[in-house]
């Protein structure tokens, strides 16, 4: 066995000098060079790609082998665009993903992810059509395609939903999704679990097929290691970087190996005496592991170990097989240029962008394929979308009802000592001398405010009843109190104690909610005023004798008596509106996210933007029911004030949710988790409800969250929505276009959010 340092060295000397330039890397389909790609933070880095160099001649089939968990998906995501590199270069059909006019993502890339990432609603035929139009294909080249598709494939009926389809037969659908367009450059993460040797073997012949004239280029994954036999070129990933990246026949004949799983295993053993030796363990592990020769040409990546020694990059290590082939004598692997397909080279820059490019900030088949999806998924969920619509309707109905009337039936005992209770009955006579002036008052109140009396005989008895409980306030009346109401009346500031004390009517309530004990206060005071108001008039008196001195004139907006459903009802509607559009925002695309079919799209092409604005239309129609449903029940059936514009109330509701949506897009975008996004969307919703003066006045909060509150999205527009409702109010009045102005605000600063985070937010 020869001594491996000298062999290091010979390798050294025959790379030394073969720096790869742009225009190399340019003409591959694929190049990475120096890849360092790490999760978790600086301090405590996760490393995953560790100085990895990458080239896929064009043309090829590139099978990409390593243990699970290695980062071969990593790596594809950096590929197609959808993750960064922390550090390194890739060169993606000749210019750098997620450029401008690079096409990568987009229609020039196909990626088929290892999770399914498919509609389990839709049929094979409606997903095929899906990502077919996504690359801008006619209808017709679709459905030619789905029959094609339909009998390579072995797939059942192309009107067979997804979701009925085994899991094989789900991978397969998710292969001709992404074959569907004849993309340029093929990424396929695994495509062969699940299918048959017949099919995996037919899948492969399918690969060899359309990368036979040099024009489709393939990197594949997979874990049957010998399939790749097939492949032109493989490359052996461990530890963050290529073991070796050469042809199958290459690898088998150097490594003397009866299969690739040997080559794999040799090379391991390898690096991990590369690695001992670094640590200066002791070789006595290795001395027994028989290591082939290395022949010739650096098939083997001693990765790090090289890369300290050599410093600089050094292409030939697992560089540009354009440079390689000569020095190595590797067979070549890229087909040759026929003379009827001469090869493209690609465009040396970015290519120039007009102005209109610029503007074309959407594309309209990409719209036309998002929009359809979205109405069909929803079409395929009639139930939930019932649901959605009929939840607010719902919400508004229950707050109709019970938020905000007078409280019914409140237990009051009652000491009548001007009767002779239980024998006596009392009789509710309004007449100037009648001598039962109490019965008269109770009676009033009993009836005018739905109070539920309970006569008790003893003042000890009554208050009992509240200590435990079964009452909300004690009355206690005098034994003489009709006569000494008369005198007090009478006599005016001559009256005697006793006729002072004789007139009055104790209570004493229990105050532990204050609502009932507010209505309570408000119930006796006012059926007094009323009940007097009556007796004086009926003794001919002057009925403003009893009244207050202050006059209350005819309200300027509202009513004699406000409810407050009036006053919450604006606040609920818009709460209503904006929490359901963010549930079902962010809902709709956590379920994309998750399953992968948003990911899958944006490496197909589309934008962030695009993806935005394809669900702000579709929810926008869904919103539009929501609104016109809630606004019926709360204004028409169940009749609450509504003095201002019907387009006034209608266009803030409509803005509300749009908001809401918006915000839905932020939390959807920023969370990784459902889990997470309901957590952000429930901890959002208290503080909005309490801060926005929907159920109490702001005036009456701190002086520092009246500022809070003042640019939380829903203040203003309640306020707004208030005034229009209440007051009539018009545009014109600055406290109503606010509110809209400040909806309008917060959907441009959530949209912004939104799309800056789909754009910057990649691994
Ligand atoms: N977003 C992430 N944050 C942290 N770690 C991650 C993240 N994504 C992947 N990883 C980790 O990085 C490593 C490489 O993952 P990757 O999915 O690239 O491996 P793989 O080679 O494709 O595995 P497999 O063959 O099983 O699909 C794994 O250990 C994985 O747990």
Request: hydrophobic fraction near 40%.
């Amino acid at each position: 066995m020869p001594e491996l340092p000298t062999d290091l060295e010979l390798r050294r000397r025959q790379f030394k000098g073969q720096m790869s330039t742009v225009h190399t890397r340019r003409q591959q389909a694929v190049c990475v060079r120096r890849a360092y790609k790490r999760y978790g933070t600086k301090s405590n880095p996760y490393i995953i790609l560790d100085g990895l160099n990458m080239t896929v001649p064009k043309g090829c089939i590139y099978g990409l082998l390593g243990a699970s968990g290695c980062g071969k998906t990593t790596l594809l995501n950096c590929i197609v665009g959808r993750k960064r590199l922390n550090s390194g270069e890739i060169w993606v059909l000749g210019g750098t993903p997620g450029s401008r006019g690079s096409g990568v993502p987009g229609p020039r890339v196909g990626y088929m992810p290892q999770e399914i990432a498919l509609y389990g609603e839709f049929s094979i035929r409606e997903t095929l059509k899906y990502f077919g139009w996504i690359a801008n294909m006619t209808t017709s080249q679709v459905d030619a395609k789905v029959d094609f598709f339909i009998n390579f494939l072995m797939l059942p009926d192309a009107d067979r939903q997804v979701k009925n389809l085994s899991g094989g037969q789900q991978r397969r659908v998710s292969l001709a999704a992404t074959l569907i367009h004849e993309p340029e450059l093929l990424i396929l993460d695994e495509p062969t679990v699940g299918v048959d040797p017949i099919l995996r073997t037919q899948i492969w012949n399918h690969l060899v097929e359309i990368t036979k004239h040099g024009r489709t280029t393939v990197i594949i994954t997979t874990h049957y290691i010998d399939e790749t036999r097939q492949a032109h070129l493989i490359g052996l990933m461990r530890g963050g970087y290529f073991l070796a990246e050469e042809s199958p026949e290459k690898l088998i004949q150097q490594f003397n190996a009866e299969s690739l799983e040997d080559v794999f295993l040799k090379l391991s053993v390898i690096q991990n005496m590369g690695k001992r030796r670094r640590s200066s363990i002791a070789q006595t592990v290795t001395e027994n592991i028989h290591v082939p020769t290395l022949p010739g040409a650096g098939a083997v990546n001693e990765g790090a170990v090289l890369d300290d020694e050599l410093g600089g990059e050094i292409s030939g290590e697992f560089g540009d097989n354009v440079s390689m082939n000569s020095r190595t004598g590797r067979v070549s692997i890229a087909p040759e240029p026929s003379a009827d397909h001469p090869p493209e080279l690609p465009p040396e820059e970015e290519p120039e962008l007009s102005w209109k490019d610029h503007l074309k900030i959407v594309q309209m088949h990409h719209m036309h394929a998002l929009i359809w999806k979205n109405f069909l998924w929803m079409w395929r969920n009639i139930p939930m979308m019932l649901f959605v619509i009929g939840l607010p309707v719902g919400q508004a109905i229950l707050f109709c009802l019970a938020i905000g009337k007078d409280p019914n039936d409140v237990r009051i005992s009652v000491v009548n000592n001007e009767i002779d209770y239980p024998s006596e009955h009392c009789r509710a006579l309004l007449d100037c001398n009648n001598s039962r002036l109490s019965c008269t008052y109770l009676e009033y109140i009993r009836q005018n405010y739905s109070l539920d009396m309970k006569y008790y005989q003893t003042e000890e008895d009554a208050r009992q009843s509240v200590v435990r409980g079964q009452s909300w306030a004690v009355m206690v009346v005098r034994h003489n109190f009709s006569d000494s109401l008369r005198n007090r009346l009478e006599y005016g500031k001559d009256v005697d104690e006793g006729d002072l004390f004789g007139s009055t009517i104790s209570v004493y309530q229990d105050k532990s909610n204050e609502n009932i004990a507010t209505f309570l206060t408000r119930d006796l005071l006012f059926g007094f005023a009323n009940f007097f108001s009556s007796y004086l008039s009926s003794c001919d008196v002057d009925t403003r004798i009893a009244n207050l001195p202050i006059r209350w004139g005819a309200p300027a907006y509202g009513f004699e008596n406000p409810n407050f459903t009036d006053f919450a009802a604006p606040g609920v509607v818009l709460t209503i509106i904006f929490f359901m559009a963010v549930a079902l925002t962010s809902g709709a695309m956590l379920i994309e996210r998750n399953e992968g079919i948003l990911e899958r799209s944006l490496v197909n092409g589309i934008s962030g933007v695009e993806l935005l604005s394809s669900q702000i239309f579709t929810q926008f129609i869904v919103m539009l029911g929501q609104t016109i449903m809630v606004l019926l029940v709360v204004f028409v059936f169940f009749a609450l004030t509504q003095q201002g514009s019907w387009w006034l109330v209608f266009t803030i509701t409509l803005l509300a949710g749009m908001c809401g949506m918006c915000f839905g897009f932020v939390v959807s975008c920023s969370c990784d988790t459902e889990r997470t996004a309901t957590y952000m969307a429930l901890g959002s919703f208290l503080p909005i409800v309490m801060l926005c003066g929907i159920i109490w006045p702001i005036e009456a909060m701190d002086n520092y969250l009246k500022y809070i509150s003042s640019v939380l999205p829903l203040t203003q527009a309640t306020d707004s929505m208030r005034c229009v409702l209440a007051r009539g109010w018009g545009m014109s009045k600055p406290v109503v276009y606010q509110g809209f102005v400040s909806l309008i605000v917060w959907i441009i600063v959530f949209l912004t959010i939104s799309i800056l985070v789909l754009k910057f937010k990649k691994g």
